[in-house]
């Protein structure tokens, strides 16, 4: 069975800060892992990775993936409250595996 | 630009009752999927369609089912509500598997079972 999971599970930083969120995955048909950013309510998409070492970027998030360790990172600097939301974690393979998210608070 | 339409955006049901989730997209996407969310949790696929016709089991689908008679619509049917139940639900659509395009989402439905 596929799995994603994300750390931490939340997060509370000051605007101006720069924050790394993780996502570690076992997959049996690797395709791609995708970042979403989640507000109020439906999620929005953020990156979509497939291959290791390449890093996506736009405007102060960026994300990059390693598929021999498994693993994705999220970062955000320079934080603005605007950034406050769940950032969630899929990893497509036989369907998309989302992972249970990081909730980020960022305070003024 | 509708993408992907969801109705109701609300919902309150006693336990045992039953209820229609609507899903349409106006993309001409092949796929088409019912996820739900937990309260801090993240998204558990229930079902998926790949087409008209076609559909098929996620991680959750105990308690649910779907039906794509056409490209456009996704129903989800609750037929026994239970408080289990209780949740976000969201529809989504991409235009080939999810693994090479980003899932485009509905607005969610967010629904109580008491």
């Known amino acids: 069975e596929d799995k994603v999971v994300q750390s931490p599970l939340s997060l509370v930083v000051h605007e101006g800060d720069t924050v790394t969120l993780n996502c570690s995955y076992e997959v049996t048909n690797f395709r791609s892992l995708l970042w979403y950013k989640q507000e109020k309510k439906a999620p929005t998409f953020l990156f979509m990775l497939?291959?290791?070492?390449i890093e996506k970027k736009s405007g102060r998030l960026s994300s990059i993936l390693d598929k021999k360790e498994l693993f994705s990172i999220l970062n955000i600097t320079a934080t603005q409250t605007g950034d406050s939301a769940i950032y969630l974690c899929a990893h497509a393979g036989n369907m998309l595996t989302f992972g249970g998210g990081t909730r980020l608070m960022v305070k003024p | 630009n509708a993408g992907v339409t969801q109705t109701p955006k609300f919902r309150i049901l006693k336990i045992g009752q039953s209820m229609t989730l609507q899903c349409t997209q106006d993309?001409?996407?092949?796929?088409m999927y019912w996820y739900r969310q937990d309260p801090g949790m993240g998204l558990k696929l229930i079902y998926y369609?790949?087409?008209?016709?076609?559909?098929d089991k996620g991680e959750v689908p105990n308690g649910y089912n779907v039906s794509r008679s056409t490209t456009e619509d996704f129903p989800l049917r609750l037929e026994l509500a239970a408080p289990s139940q209780t949740s976000v639900y969201f529809c989504?659509?991409?235009?080939?598997?999810?693994?090479?395009?980003?899932?485009?989402f509905g607005s969610g439905t967010q629904l109580s079972v008491l």
């Open positions: 993309m001409n996407h092949n796929y």
């Open positions: 369609s790949v087409g008209a016709g076609i559909t």
């Open positions: 497939t291959s290791s070492g």
């Open positions: 989504a659509s991409s235009y080939d598997h999810g693994g090479n395009e980003k899932l485009f």
